[in-house]
């Protein structure tokens, strides 16, 4: 039942994004009970012997007790990351064939995102680009984080075109403490120069997500006759045909988003291709499983 | 070329639909945006053209189609020549041959007239065109096949003889409707006749002629006063020459009123005369009573008048009658019920013929009697039989005789089942006082000879009746409590009727109801082979006489014509069922089933009646046959050319449906990518 409204086109008709973000992540965060794959928050780890120099604090006093001896326990949620999400309002995100913008399904993923790191008490920040750095909300754990994170992704526009190296160049600036950095981008580029590009974040020691954002018409166009298409950010027309679209195009795509996979692991970088009639939660369960394995 | 309903090419307007379609939709190219077409190239222009060629080519069809139904749906359709148009006619020319054509006309009679018209006919006849003769009587007879040949055209109209049938321009125009369907050729019809008013059918229809036949009426003769012997009422036999009664109608047709004497002839020999006035158009008659002058066997009567009009043949009517003893029947009382007999006896005299005469035997005389002597036996409620009687009964019935039984309430108790009807007796159903106090006759079989004139039983009181099984027997009529009252099984060649009470006045009312009368004469006549059963040996020519009723295998029949000579080949006589009169005279016939008849046949008296068909009425007979006007002397305009409307829509639908075809491939081709995805989503 609630996977229904985790549908990219029953979430589009709630207006406000902060209703949306708690919509998929309450819903999704309470499907989790039955999993035991997923820990994370405050949960205990471990127990380590006492050193001195050790927080006393942290000394489970009912253990020392019974046993005389000095434990500490650890918490896995007692180290906070940093989460940074760069979302991608070039034209292209413009495209939605369904009803639903790409842009607009970028929006509810980041925020869905952002919202998760502030229950998790992470560092959310956020960074809207194009051709440039059109907005930037640094992360942080404050009062009020959210609610800055939601009105800066819900007030993103597309712009123009992308151009990955010139944002990207900038964003290493941004980032100055290691975290996770999430990419929402329809990476309508050379997937050697998409990696090229964002591969600097990695080296700096961030873990790197990158959501390939596309509509299903994108994947496979489903043509009735020859139509005139026209580039939604250079603004050039071409006729096509169904037959080019159901044979080349098709073979082009699968090996682009082959190539972006492979390259995407090669670098160590987490790539996943959302298709925006997906519901968004599995988008979610890919961060998830990445933020718990590694950090 | 025209068009059934030209306002449905109205529906052209459709036609722009298509041109909306496929020329004014298609330059709204809009494109439609895409986020990049880095996977896009740009040879994909030879598409676009693809896509215009796909869409001329349906377009075209599509307008095509829609073309197509308006022209169906307005009914198009062409003048096409007919061969009557080509020049290409048969001439026919009828000669009515029919009994009227007897009469004279001064010197000649109208037959020759006839002939001689007809020669007048064929001879304007131009070369080379096909012509056919035909006489005119109650059938049509082809006197040539068609030809050319003038020599034979003329030479089978002189070979044209008078006949004594009937005129009948219904069986003219049947044929000659029969002519154009199987020739396809148009008719220019010549009748060369009297144009009785009598021959005309009944039904208008019936003398309708094809649209490509032409008639002209060529009449011959005039009217004229004519007085016949219409009708001869005679008995067929004659038992009692004293009570021989014979009354003839004589009638004038067109005909002043006159006193005409009527001669009764027997053998040639003139036996009586009597002067009848005939009214004015009216219808005068003489009766003859006594013939004694009849011979044993068949005589050959005839009623002559003196008319001195133009048409003698009509003023003798032929009859035959046979003179024969009566036949015998028996009635055997064993003396218990004299009421019975003297019932019966009264009955059976009360004809006018005296066909019977009753004998009276006690049964055990009749046990030892030849009772093949009779033509029918009557049992009176015997009850037990002597020793021999139901033995005899069941040899005499086999071999064709006949028995009526009356199973009364002695039968009853003496018999166990009915003799030679052999059903079983069941006890007796008694009406009593304090119940319904008697039975009444609820069904009766009104079709049979024995049950016509007994008016339904009706009043008649059964008080006490034997119940007889049914199970051999028809039932002929029945009790108002379901038993049957009158029975009737054929046994070998012989016949039984059963009634189930007595003939005496104590358990029915019957003898003393005017019913009773008609039930003897019915049941006797039926089963002594007289009445309504015998062939009737006075018909008029065109009428037929049967010869076998199917039993007879292997018998063979004899029929001599009025000349004396045999008219059956061999093979009809062995199988034929029935032989037509032909003409007028005595006819000895001999049926395969040995019984030998003279029958006299005489012209059908409608030919008498020499009154000529209205003007209006050829007029109208004409115009079936021609579309074009009648001028004011009754003939046509001629056949100056004629075209008959063809329709165009049976190719045109053809053609649509083609069309419709080529439209599904190629809109099928066109849509098919659409389809493509899907396939590959499913893959």
């Not at chain 1, 994170?149 to 992308?162: C, F, K, R």
Request: glycine share 8%.
């Amino acid at each position: 039942m609630l996977q229904r409204f985790l549908d990219p086109s029953v979430l589009a008709g709630i207006s406000g994004l902060d209703l949306v973000a708690k919509t998929v992540v309450d819903g999704f965060i309470s499907g989790l009970h039955r999993s035991p794959d997923f820990g994370f928050s405050q949960e205990f780890a471990e127990y380590r012997m006492y050193s001195p120099g050790d927080d006393l604090r942290h000394v489970d006093w009912n253990v020392f007790a019974r046993s005389e001896k000095m434990f500490l326990k650890r918490y896995r949620g007692e180290t906070n990351c940093q989460v940074s999400v760069l979302l991608d309002a070039s034209r292209s995100m413009k495209y939605g064939s369904r009803g639903m913008e790409k842009m607009e399904y970028a929006k509810f993923l980041a925020a869905s995102i952002c919202y998760l790191a502030h229950l998790q008490r992470d560092a959310a920040g956020l960074i809207v680009f194009d051709s440039e750095v059109r907005q930037f909300v640094p992360p942080s754990t404050r009062q009020g984080q959210i609610m800055r994170l939601l009105h800066g992704i819900d007030s993103a526009q597309t712009g123009a075109e992308t151009v990955l190296e010139k944002p990207f160049a900038h964003l290493v600036d941004y980032l100055r403490r290691r975290g996770l950095v999430v990419a929402i981008s329809d990476f309508w580029e050379n997937p050697e120069t998409v990696i090229k590009t964002v591969g600097p974040l990695r080296s700096r020691g961030n873990e790197l997500i990158l959501f390939h954002v596309l509509d299903p018409q994108e994947i496979q166009p489903k043509l009735r006759g020859p139509v005139l298409l026209e580039d939604l950010e250079s603004g050039a027309k071409m006729e096509v045909s169904p037959d080019y679209v159901s044979h080349e195009y098709k073979g082009k795509m699968s090996a682009h988003l082959e190539d972006m996979k492979s390259r995407a692991a090669g670098a160590n970088i987490d790539y996943f291709m959302v298709d925006t009639s997906r519901p968004l939660d599995e988008a979610l369960r890919q961060y998830l499983a990445i933020r718990a394995g590694r950090l | 070329m025209g068009f059934l309903n030209p306002w449905f090419l109205g529906g052209l307007i459709a036609v722009g639909l298509p041109i909306w379609l496929h020329l004014l939709k298609r330059h709204k190219t809009d494109p439609q945006p895409f986020p990049s077409l880095m996977f896009f190239e740009h040879r994909e222009q030879s598409s676009v053209q693809h896509r215009r060629l796909d869409y001329i080519l349906l377009f075209l069809l599509r307008l095509l189609m829609l073309v197509l139904l308006a022209l169906l749906f307005a009914g198009p359709y062409i003048n096409r020549l007919t061969a009557k148009g080509a020049g290409k006619k048969l001439l026919v020319v009828a000669v009515d041959r029919s009994f009227s054509m007897r009469t004279k006309e001064g010197t000649s009679t109208r037959l020759d007239d006839a002939k001689a018209e007809a020669l007048n006919v064929l001879s304007k006849l131009p070369p080379g065109q096909p012509a056919q003769v035909v006489a005119l009587g109650d059938t049509l007879q082809a006197m040539t096949q068609q030809t050319t040949d003038p020599g034979e055209l003329r030479g089978a109209v002189s070979a044209i003889k008078e006949s004594d049938a009937r005129a009948s321009f219904g069986e003219l125009s049947r044929y000659l409707r029969t002519l154009t369907e199987s020739t396809k050729t148009p008719l220019d019809v010549h009748l060369v006749s009297d144009l009785q008013k009598s021959g005309m059918p009944p039904g208008f229809t019936d003398v309708r002629l094809d649209q490509d036949t032409d008639i002209t009426f060529h009449p011959i003769g005039k009217v004229q006063p004519n007085w016949a012997v219409e009708t001869v009422i005679a008995p067929q036999h004659v038992y009692d020459p004293k009570r021989v009664r014979i009354s003839a109608t004589v009638t004038g047709f067109s005909a002043p009123a006159a006193t005409r004497t009527v001669t009764l002839l027997m053998n040639g020999k003139t036996i009586q005369s009597k002067s009848v006035t005939v009214p004015e158009n009216g219808r005068g008659s003489a009766e003859f009573t006594g013939l004694d002058q009849a011979s044993y066997g068949f005589n050959r009567c005839e009623i002559r008048i003196d008319s001195a009009d133009g048409l003698p043949a009509d003023d003798r009517y032929a009859f035959s009658v046979e003179r024969t003893d009566p036949k015998k029947v028996l009635f055997m009382d064993d003396g218990r019920r004299q009421d019975a007999q003297q019932f019966f006896r009264a009955a059976l005299n009360a004809t006018d013929d005296a066909a019977f005469q009753l004998e009276v035997l006690r049964p055990e005389v009749a046990a030892t009697s030849d009772l093949s002597k009779y033509a029918v036996v009557v049992l009176n409620d015997l009850g037990s039989l002597p020793p021999g009687l139901d033995s005899s009964l069941q040899k005499y019935v086999t071999n064709g005789g006949s028995l009526l039984e009356a199973i009364g309430p002695g039968s009853a108790v003496a018999l166990p089942r009915v003799p030679v009807l052999d059903e079983a007796i069941d006890g007796t159903s008694y009406a009593s006082r304090e119940g319904e106090r008697f039975f009444t006759v609820s069904d009766v079989d009104t079709g049979h000879d024995v049950m016509k004139n007994v008016e339904r039983f009706d009043g008649v009181k059964i008080y006490l009746a034997v119940n007889v099984g049914t199970a051999k027997s028809r039932v002929l009529a029945r009790l108002s409590n379901g038993k049957p009252l009158v029975l009737e099984r054929k046994v070998g060649e012989g016949k039984v009727l059963v009634f189930t009470s007595d003939f005496g006045a104590a358990n029915n009312d019957l003898p003393r109801h005017y019913a009773w009368v008609p039930f003897v004469q019915k049941s006797v006549a039926y089963l002594g082979g007289g009445g309504s059963t015998e062939q009737p040996t006075n018909l008029a020519v065109g009428e037929y006489v049967e010869l076998r009723t199917g039993n007879e295998k292997g018998a063979q029949a004899e029929v001599q014509d009025p000349d004396g000579q045999r008219v059956l080949s061999l093979e009809e006589a062995a199988q034929a069922r029935n032989f037509e009169l032909t003409r007028e005279g005595f006819y000895e016939v001999r049926t395969a089933g040995g019984k030998r008849s003279l029958v006299a046949a005489h012209a059908n008296r409608k030919e008498s009646d020499l009154a000529v068909i209205p003007q209006e009425t050829l007029d109208l007979w004409k115009a079936t046959g021609s579309s074009g006007p009648v001028n004011a002397s009754g003939q046509g305009t001629g056949s100056e050319g004629n075209t008959t409307p063809w329709s165009l829509s049976p190719f045109i639908l053809l053609v649509l449906l083609g069309v419709a075809l080529a439209e599904s491939v190629v809109a099928d081709r066109y849509l098919r990518p659409q389809a493509q995805p899907q396939e590959t989503k499913a893959a």
